[in-house]
């Protein structure tokens, strides 16, 4: 049944009825694991909690402001917290004060119904907010391992687990050391010289090759388009292994004809069937984002090009390709990205000479267990983010060409 706006306002002016309760259930909880971790115990941590989280709810709803109430709430947690926790419970308390506040505000306030219509009943809004709650430990789900990887870098032991040192925010727990094997270390940087040698090329390719495939088969006079897409886009579908095992028998014997007739190194053609390799693993990727972006593009443009006498390559050039770049780039950041952390593929089409940085980790995690490994990965997390990131800004920029948003 729908609450009315009186019943809302009783709700949002009486924070023991609505606001308080919760805040104080939130509160048990982070006070449980609190008091696991602070060794006080899961019964003592999830009443102090409750109790604090309750207390302090009543009061920033009632009496405090909201940016003045949520640094009061900053400020008690933190103190709290560096009193049972040393340093790592000061942060703790931080974030535990950071989200009671949030709470207290966002149910007395009554931003829980921002997003609903205003005659939502409580079953919609209710099912509003659980829905973003269930995407969110969606998405915690997936990120926490990435999150778990990044402080475990600094580890100053050569451990794969945290230390007691790193669990008491200790200084002394924390390193730069597997950083620095990875820079000076030449296990390390061959193999990041050679990714480094061989995505770019095969990003190359991919999207010169994949551009024009994509152009090619958005012309509706092309017969049997959707077949020829099927095919050209089955090496993201098709498991991977197969592909390498194909690409193994292929390319081996194109690297012999290659040194018979040109009298080419093993190093050298190695490098060639990698990046061929790798380039046909971008291509997919190169012909789905360039596609997309010609669903939008007006055709009209290259036939006006065409009666003012310009020629299909110039047409290409100046009228095309300005307007598809942004998709073209999208596939190339996906394609590179499809490159540098490709494992399978270079393992059975690859000779020592190309292992990769990717071959490298897999080699230290089933051989020699390399904490080094951590640092590298949390780089390749950061520069994938980065890369992210870039996408992001080029897809928007791709709308705004096309009209789809506003500029």
Not at 29 to 56: C, D, E, N, S, T
Not at 74 to 81: P, Q, T
Not at 114 to 121: C, I, N, Q
Request: aromatic share 10%; proline share 5%; hydrophobic share 55%.
């Amino acid at each position: 049944m729908a609450l009315t706006a009186a019943e809302r306002a009783v709700a949002q002016n009486n924070p023991l009825n609505f606001t308080v309760p919760i805040t104080a259930a939130l509160g048990a909880v982070l006070g449980f694991l609190g008091g696991q971790a602070a060794g006080l115990g899961p019964v003592v941590g999830l009443i102090a909690g409750a109790v604090l989280a309750a207390a302090l709810s009543f009061i920033l709803s009632s009496y405090l402001p909201r940016g003045r109430g949520r640094l009061t709430a900053i400020v008690v947690c933190a103190v709290l917290g560096a009193i049972f926790g040393s340093l790592a419970g000061f942060v703790a308390g931080i974030v535990a004060g950071a989200i009671i506040g949030w709470c207290s505000y966002w149910l007395s306030l009554g931003d829980y119904r921002k997003g609903v219509p205003p005659y939502a009943t409580t079953g919609q809004v209710l099912w509003h907010n659980g829905f973003r709650l269930i995407c969110g430990l969606i998405f915690f789900f997936l990120i926490a391992p990435i999150l778990i990887v990044i402080p475990l870098s600094f580890n100053a032991e050569n451990f794969f687990t945290f230390t007691p040192k790193m669990l008491a925010l200790d200084p002394e727990g924390y390193s730069l050391k597997h950083y620095r094997d990875f820079f000076t270390n030449d296990a390390w940087l061959v193999p990041l010289k050679n990714s480094l040698i061989i995505a770019p090329f095969a990003t190359l390719i991919s999207v010169s090759l994949g551009t024009l495939a994509a152009i090619g088969l958005s012309q509706s006079h092309v017969p049997f388009r959707r077949a020829i897409m099927a095919i050209m886009i089955s090496p993201m579908i098709v498991p991977l292994i197969i592909s390498a095992t194909g690409m193994f028998f292929f390319y081996s014997q194109m690297g012999l004809w290659m040194e018979d007739t040109f009298g080419m190194s093993k190093a050298l053609t190695g490098y060639i069937k990698v990046i061929l390799a790798h380039a046909a693993l971008g291509i997919p990727f190169v012909i789905i984002t360039v596609t997309a972006t010609l669903v939008g593009f007006d055709n009209s443009l290259t036939r006006a090009a065409a009666n003012m006498g310009a020629t299909p390559v110039t047409t290409f050039f100046r009228v095309q390709m300005p307007l598809i770049l942004p998709g073209v780039i999208s596939g190339g950041l996906f394609a590179f990205i499809t490159s540098f952390d490709e494992v399978v593929v270079v393992l059975f089409v690859g000779a020592a000479a190309q292992k990769t940085l990717p071959w490298q980790m897999f080699t230290g995690l089933r051989e020699q267990i390399s904490p080094t490994i951590l640092a590298v990965a949390t780089i390749l997390v950061l520069l994938s983010v980065l890369l992210l990131a870039t996408l992001e800004l080029l897809r928007r920029r791709s709308e705004r060409l096309r009209g789809m948003s506003p500029g």
